[in-house]
C-alpha cells in the first residue's frame, strides 16, 4: 500500500500546458497506475492509465491527443504531460494505485492515492 503524492499543477491559460508528477513512497514496478480529475458537481473521471507489468497505456477520449501518461519505475514516479490545456480541464487531478486487474477508469478498484492537485485552465 504505496503512499502517493501530485505536484505540478497549476493555473494556466487556454493552449498551455503542464506536467503533473506523482511520486509513491514504494515500488510501482508491478502496479497499475491512473490519472482521474474531478470537478465540483461531477463524477470522478479517469484520465489516463500505464498498466502493470503489460505498459499499456489508456486515455478518456476528451483528453486524446493531448495528454501523455508516462512512468519511471525506478524513481517510482508518474507522469502527467498535458498539452493545449482547455478550460474544460480545469479540475482537481489525481494519482492512483493498484495492482487488481480489470478496466482501468473504475476508481473504486485503486487502493492508493494522492491528495490531488489542483489545475486551473483559463480562456
Known amino acids: 500500500q504505496v503512499q502517493l503524492r501530485e505536484s505540478g499543477g497549476g493555473s494556466v491559460q487556454d493552449g498551455d500546458s503542464l506536467t503533473l508528477s506523482c511520486v509513491a513512497s514504494?515500488?510501482?514496478?508491478?502496479?497499475?497506475m491512473a490519472w482521474f480529475r474531478q470537478s465540483p458537481g461531477q463524477e470522478r473521471e479517469g484520465v489516463a492509465a500505464?498498466?502493470?507489468?503489460?505498459?499499456?497505456?489508456a486515455y478518456a477520449d476528451s483528453i486524446k491527443g493531448r495528454f501523455t501518461v508516462s512512468r519511471d519505475s525506478d524513481k517510482n514516479t508518474v507522469y502527467l504531460q498535458m498539452d493545449e490545456l482547455k478550460p474544460e480541464d480545469t479540475a482537481q487531478y489525481y494519482c492512483?494505485?493498484?495492482?487488481?486487474?480489470?478496466?482501468?477508469?473504475?476508481?473504486?478498484?485503486?487502493?492508493?492515492w494522492g491528495p490531488g492537485t489542483q489545475v486551473t485552465v483559463s480562456s
Open positions: 514504494g515500488s510501482i514496478y508491478s502496479s497499475t
Open positions: 492512483a494505485a493498484r495492482e487488481s486487474g480489470g478496466v482501468w477508469y473504475r476508481p473504486s478498484t485503486y487502493t492508493s
Open positions: 500505464i498498466y502493470g507489468f503489460s505498459r499499456m497505456i
